[in-house]
C-alpha cells in the first residue's frame, strides 16, 4: 500500500500538494474579497486557499471540497495492484470529486476484477465469490473489507438506503479498502512466498517430509 502519500483534505497541516506532490505543510486562509475600492474586506463563505510550503502554490476549496487544481483527494493504488485493476482504481481517483457515486461504482467493478480475473475466484456474481473465499478460510477482516465496497459499489449503481450523490467521504475510503485488500491477497502471499523459496532446498523438504508424516497420520 502506498503508505507514503497522504492525499488532499480539508484543514489538514500536510498532505501530499496536487501540485507539487511532495509531502509538505499547507498554510490555510480565508478567501476574502473587496466589495467595492476602499470597502472593508468580506470573507467568501464556505471559500478557503490552501498554500503548499513547498512550491508556494495555492488550492482553492469551496465547502471543504477541493475544486482547483482538478486533482484527486483520493489514496494512489497499491504498489502490487494488478494493472487490470490499477485501470478502473485510477479512473475512479479522476472523477471522485466531482461524482462519488460513479467512483464507488468504479471501484466495485475494480474488486470483481481483481476477485474474479486476477485471483480467479469464480462465482455466479461477486457476492457469490466473496461466499467462496470464506468457506476457503478468508480472515473475517478481509471480508468486511470485500463486502463493503461490494455493498456501496452496489448502492451507487442502484441507489437505495445508501446516498453517495454528495458524499466524497465514503467514497474515498473505499480506495483505502481496496488497497487494504490488494495487500491482503496479493502483496502478503508473495512476501511469505518470496521469504519461504529463499530457503535451503534441504530445510523445505525436510518441512514437506514433516507434513507427508502428517497427512499419513
Same mark, same amino acid.
Given at each position: ?17 496536487p501540485?507539487c506532490?511532495?509531502?509538505?505543510q499547507?498554510?490555510?486562509y480565508?478567501l ?9 474586506l ?9 498554500i503548499?510550503k ?17 486533482a ?15 485501470v478502473?482504481?485510477e479512473?475512479a481517483r479522476?472523477?471522485v ?8 461504482a468504479?471501484l466495485r ?7 474474479t480475473v ?6 455466479k456474481d461477486?457476492n457469490?465469490?466473496?461466499r ?22 452496489? !448502492? @451507487? $449503481?442502484h441507489?437505495g438506503?445508501?446516498?453517495l450523490? =454528495? +458524499? ?6 473505499l480506495?483505502?479498502?481496496l ?14 512466498d518470496e521469504?519461504?523459496?529463499s530457503l535451503?532446498?534441504s530445510?523445505? !523438504? @525436510? $518441512?514437506e ?6 497427512? =499419513? +497420520?
Open positions: 500500500m502506498r503508505e507514503d502519500y497522504v492525499a488532499p483534505r480539508y484543514n489538514v497541516d500536510a498532505f501530499n500538494c501540485w506532490n511532495a509531502y509538505a499547507q498554510d490555510w480565508e476574502m474579497f473587496e466589495p467595492r475600492e476602499g470597502a472593508v468580506e470573507v467568501v463563505e464556505g471559500t478557503e486557499i490552501s503548499c513547498r512550491c508556494s502554490r495555492y488550492a482553492l476549496w469551496v465547502e471543504e471540497r477541493m475544486v482547483y487544481p482538478a484527486s483527494t483520493a489514496p494512489l493504488p497499491a504498489e502490487d495492484m494488478p494493472q487490470g485493476v490499477k478502473g482504481f479512473d479522476n472523477i470529486n466531482a461524482s462519488p457515486r460513479a467512483a464507488s468504479l467493478l475494480a474488486l470483481e476484477k481483481l476477485i486476477e485471483l480467479d475466484v469464480k462465482g461477486l457469490d465469490a466473496i467462496k473465499l470464506v468457506q476457503q478460510g478468508l480472515p473475517e477482516q478481509v471480508q468486511k473489507a470485500l463486502d463493503a465496497v461490494r455493498v456501496i459499489g452496489n !448502492e @451507487a $449503481i441507489p438506503q445508501i446516498d450523490s =454528495d +458524499d466524497v467521504e465514503t467514497a474515498t475510503a480506495f483505502d479498502l488497497n487494504w485488500i490488494t495487500d491482503d491477497l496479493i502483496t502478503k502471499p508473495r512476501k511469505i521469504i519461504y523459496e535451503p532446498q530445510k523445505k !523438504e @525436510a $518441512i517430509k514433516r507434513d507427508s508424516v502428517q497427512n =499419513d +497420520d
